[in-house]
């Protein structure tokens, strides 16, 4: 099937992303840059990093800890509207002040995805201490401080704050404390939260594979899932979605209708309705995704020293021979023939 950044909890699989047809990216000035302190004079670090986030990002004040030069590098993304980053430095603290703001405001909500490193957000009415997997979002005009003791890598969303009103109706979840949100693998992740995530590392890692238009359209309709339900998106996001929880809870045999639709928050008409828009029942795409696991994890070096049954029994299959004969019907031989150590061409499979 086609996949839509599919990750599961067994760490097998790779991102990938539906196209659409039609691409405007021409009639827009997109751009893509990268700054890095490394190779400046330690005196001028600081300063210079302070100057591009303020010309490419948001203005704020950077201070290093320990006397340690500020060893920081910015991948930005301009889209139409929005302003997407990769951040990665060593140890350190920026704070957006009054004064910040005073001199640039942005009016813009921020949203910082933790990739790696704890840190703590301060903010007037309290703070909170963020660790990898998670995401806070934030009004820019607000003032703030963050902290990094062992250094970070982050993405960063900003958009502005018409457009957030928009995608909202004017809910404004930033005018009170930071709106947190899980994401990556863990079952616990929020899925627009993680499918934001994913959307934004692939643009920024290959600007050029993909419409940019399209990667905005796609952020802006995930953030009105994520603040308005799925109801509130696309056919297709509603589809991704309902395919990542599908995905995530794949090895639970007792997965129904009832669960999946509770899961992704919609009633189970719903979800007939949206797996219907992309050509599946349920039954059919939860046994195509089984089987697409059951590949990976044959293929695997785990998965070697795995009898037959355990696989099926790990892929959420209750019964061995519904197994082997899905297994079968679908690849065209047997799960007990597949053999990576001796036949890498079945690698086009995983």
Not at 46 to 60: D, F, I, S
Not at 208 to 219: A, K, M, N, S
Not at 235 to 255: E, G, Y
Request: charged share 25%; glycine share 8%.
């Amino acid at each position: 099937m086609r996949e839509y950044g599919r990750t599961d909890d067994t760490g097998f699989g790779a991102p990938s992303h539906e196209q659409s047809d039609e691409d405007i990216s021409g009639q827009f000035l997109l751009s893509s840059e990268t700054f890095s302190t490394r190779g400046l004079r330690g005196a001028d670090r600081v300063e210079k990093w302070e100057r591009h986030n303020a010309r490419a990002l948001l203005g704020l004040a950077a201070k290093s800890i320990d006397e340690d030069p500020l060893d920081a590098t910015e991948i930005n993304l301009h889209l139409p509207s929005l302003h997407l980053a990769h951040v990665s430095a060593n140890a350190h603290v920026i704070e957006r002040t009054a004064a910040h703001i005073r001199k640039t405001p942005a009016d813009s909500i921020v949203m910082y995805f933790a990739l790696y490193g704890d840190a703590f957000f301060y903010h007037r009415d309290g703070v909170r201490n963020l660790s990898p997997g998670t995401a806070i979002l934030w009004d820019t005009d607000r003032p703030f401080m963050r902290g990094f003791a062992k250094g970070l890598k982050e993405l960063v969303l900003v958009v502005p704050k018409p457009l957030f009103a928009e995608i909202t109706n004017d809910a404004t979840p930033h005018r009170g404390d930071p709106f947190v949100s899980s994401f990556g693998t863990s079952r616990h992740a929020n899925e627009f939260t993680t499918q934001i995530a994913t959307t934004m590392s692939d643009a920024i890692r290959e600007p050029g594979g993909r419409g940019l238009v399209e990667t905005e359209r796609e952020v802006v309709d995930l953030l009105r899932g994520h603040f308005g339900g799925a109801s509130a998106t696309g056919a297709s996001t509603q589809f991704r979605l309902v395919s990542r929880i599908a995905q995530r809870h794949l090895r639970d045999p007792a997965l129904s209708a009832t669960v999946l639709a509770n899961l992704a928050g919609v009633s189970p008409r719903q979800l007939s309705r949206i797996l219907s828009g992309g050509g599946y029942t349920l039954p059919v795409l939860l046994l195509e995704l089984r089987l697409e696991l059951a590949m990976r994890v044959l293929l695997s070096e785990r998965g070697q020293q795995m009898k037959i049954s355990d696989v099926a029994t790990y892929c959420g299959f209750s019964s061995l021979p519904h197994f082997s004969r899905a297994f079968r019907a679908h690849y065209g031989f047997s799960p007990s023939s597949v053999d990576a150590r001796q036949d890498a061409q079945l690698r086009k499979f995983a």
